[in-house]
């Protein structure tokens, strides 16, 4: 999303100040020219891979389904409807909208000092450090599902050493229910929160902390008034990042909810590949995306608020 | 060598005193500040003034509380504040890159200060009017930071200071960020605040213009330390070492045997013939006790006098004019003497200009002519 309106604005500002005399205008159209060239691959890929499919998908919640790849091409407004009016449906996109703020709260509050420590440090081992924090990437969502499986199971890792050393009398359910799909995915969605907090950290300066503390700041008053508030962008980014990737991941839901656990994720994967209602699929999966848009639409003002530019 | 401390620091106790500071990065390496000892008079602005590495940056960074000294301690009327953290220790700084909070507006951050001090919002208010008017930008006051110039940030960053009645204002490269132009109006400006809030001021900089126009006192620092400290005249007419003669305006400088005593000139100065090597005998003058050694003279380009090759003269020698710049009002001579190159400023007058590859006499006073205490090994 926010790659999209960079490079735009990149486009924009190199097009705007071309010049006035004749020859600086030859040069300004064909300039035009060059970039809207250049653009051409990206568009057409996007169009193909995202815009096409986007918009066949949006007019199939439009068509009537009756399972088992039964598509009755009509335009209803019925299909869409149908979650609307079904409470299970709203109590779906309630679970999912729920654990998409928990993921995304919990996940920002872990990664925040991880992502300040790495923006901050001097210390040689930074590179180090950094590619630590981001080395999970390098191993699918599904493997590390699985992996969070044997550590919370009735009889994983976390279980076994609290029963062995008798803190508690029996295993803690910590899978096939929220809790786990929410440990997971915070556990999972964590690099990224932390990339997308360094990266909107660029405002957080040792020097101005230095500042404060001159003026008479307490350290914690240094980080409510002067780091909090310049890191905000970053922890904002980071948000809605995770939440956003949260509503929308089906596989930890799946794995680790073990099919106890329903989000609108994991319902629009049953009723594409086991009840083969795709209409009704893409109707769930309208009421994501919008449930995405508002979410953006939200970022967008606080940004604007935050003041960055 | 320790400087001779003035007649008004020894009078009343000196603001800020320094003593034994010390800070080593890590062991090992030398340290970037080496047991340095200063004192600095109520309300006396005093310009640490040294190359880039030579320590006055760490040194201002220890006395701000920003980082902790290795060793010695650091005094505020008297009282210890080495170990008071920095957010107590009551002082206003001014950052190289000004440091405004960029999400606050100019009142906000100039306001920040006394927030922290807990005091009352009326006050507040007043305070951060009446500190904006210092700086004459208190039609800006609800401006964000980054719709300011350079120049307008810098005044704000030193109403922030200021605005809290600091024990001492601490400047690090406060116009270094600054064009020549603005650099100079600025200049002005911060010395005549400063003379006005009479803040005891320590001020960093590399510029020795700055440094010979603004400050009462300067230390000229070199390897972590104090070459001299004293007055700018002092500095600049007494150099006591080669460093600080060649940092401080243009030198010429040359090896010489000191010989006899050859009278007093003050109570403090004496002459002193010496022997330049390989160019001759002459006279200078210096401190006392420098008879029969090596050292170094000084002699500042715009006191050698050039003349035709065949004008008769005490002290002076004949060299040749290697190249010469013109600049309108002035014309500075380089002429090539036995192994040396002596360079000569003048003012330009209507006697022309004797050319490239011509022999030219370069005469002096022997006043003008310093031997440098520094020993020369």
Not at chain 1, 16 to 31: D, F, M, V
Not at chain 1, 81 to 87: E, G, Q, T, V, Y
Not at chain 1, 232 to 259: D, E, Y
Request: glycine share 8%; charged share 15%; net charge neutral.
């Amino acid at each position: 999303m926010s790659v999209d309106t960079q490079s735009f604005t990149a486009v924009e500002a190199a097009q705007h100040p071309a010049g006035r005399g004749p020859q600086e205008k030859r040069t300004a159209s064909r300039n035009r020219v060059t970039y809207w060239a250049l653009l051409v691959p990206g568009l057409l890929g996007l169009l193909v891979s995202f815009v096409f499919p986007l918009v066949y998908m949006i007019r199939m919640a439009f068509n009537e389904g009756e399972g088992n790849g039964i598509v009755r091409q009509t335009f209803t407004f019925s299909t869409i409807a149908k979650p609307l009016l079904d409470p299970y449906y709203w109590k779906v996109t309630y679970d999912t909208f729920a654990m998409g703020l928990t993921v995304a709260v919990l996940c920002v509050l872990v990664s925040y000092p991880i992502a300040l420590f790495l923006v901050r440090t001097t210390s040689k081992w930074k590179g180090l450090l950094l590619a630590l924090a981001l080395a999970p990437l390098l191993t699918s969502a599904v493997v590390r599902t699985y992996g969070w499986m044997v550590i919370l199971g009735y009889d994983g890792l976390i279980n076994s050493t609290l029963v062995d050393a008798g803190l508690i009398a029996r295993p803690l359910q910590l899978t096939n229910n929220m809790t786990g799909v929410i440990i997971g995915l915070v556990e999972i969605f964590m690099p990224y929160a932390i990339l997308a907090m360094i990266s909107g950290f660029g405002r957080v300066n040792s020097q101005l902390e230095e500042a404060a503390s001159s003026l008479g700041a307490s350290k914690a008053r240094v980080f409510t008034r002067i780091t909090l508030p310049l890191s905000l962008p970053g922890v904002v980014t980071a948000f809605l990042l995770v939440f956003v990737l949260s509503i929308s991941t089906f596989i930890t839901p799946r794995l680790l909810g073990g099919g106890v656990v329903q989000v609108l994720a994991t319902e629009i994967y049953d009723q594409t590949t086991g009840l083969l209602n795709w209409p009704f699929a893409a109707a769930l999966s309208v009421i994501l995306l919008l449930l995405f848009g508002a979410i953006i639409f939200a970022y967008q003002g606080v940004i604007k608020k935050l003041g960055v530019n | 060598m320790p400087a001779p401390i003035s007649e008004i620091e020894t009078v009343t106790q000196p603001k800020l005193s320094l003593v034994g500071l010390t800070k080593q990065y890590a062991a090992g390496l030398p340290p970037a500040v080496d047991h340095l000892d200063m004192e600095v008079g109520e309300g006396h602005l005093v310009a640490l003034l040294g190359p880039s590495g030579c320590g006055k940056t760490t040194t201002l960074r220890m006395v701000a509380g920003l980082m902790d000294p290795t060793s010695g301690s650091i005094l505020v009327d008297g009282q210890d504040v080495t170990n008071t953290p920095v957010h107590k220790r009551g002082m206003g700084m001014v950052f190289q890159s000004y440091a405004l909070f960029p999400h606050m507006n100019v009142a906000e951050n100039v306001a920040f200060g006394l927030q922290m001090r807990g005091k009352k919002k009326s006050q507040q208010t007043t305070s951060v009017a009446e500190a904006l008017d210092m700086v004459q930008l208190g039609h800006l006051s609800k401006r964000q930071v980054r719709e300011l110039s350079g120049g307008q940030q810098q005044r704000i960053a030193l109403a922030r200071a200021l605005v809290v009645e600091p024990t001492v204002l601490l400047l690090d490269e406060p116009l270094s960020n600054l064009d020549a132009k603005l650099r100079e109006t600025m200049r002005t400006e911060i010395r005549s605040i400063q003379q006005r809030t009479k803040a005891t001021t320590l001020f960093v900089t590399h510029d020795q213009d700055e440094a010979l126009d603004m400050a009462d006192r300067i230390a000229v620092m070199n390897g972590g330390l104090i070459e001299q400290f004293g007055s700018p005249v002092d500095i600049y007419e007494q150099p006591r070492t080669r460093f600080v003669a060649n940092f401080i305006g243009r030198a010429n400088i040359l090896r010489v045997t000191v010989g006899e005593r050859n009278g007093a000139v003050s109570d403090r100065q004496f002459r002193y013939a010496v022997e330049v090597d390989g160019l001759g005998s002459y006279e200078a003058v210096g401190e006392s006790g420098l008879e029969n050694s090596i050292r170094h003279i000084l002699i500042r380009p715009h006191r050698l006098r050039v003349e035709h090759a065949s004008t008769p003269g005490a002290n002076g020698v004949v060299g040749r004019i290697e190249s010469f710049s013109y600049t309108g009002d002035a014309l500075t001579y380089r002429a090539r003497v036995g192994g040396t190159l002596l360079s000569a400023e003048l003012f330009t007058s209507n006697e022309g200009i004797i050319p490239q590859g011509s022999d030219a006499r370069l005469a002096w006073r022997a006043d003008d002519a310093l031997i440098l205490p520094e020993m020369v090994e």
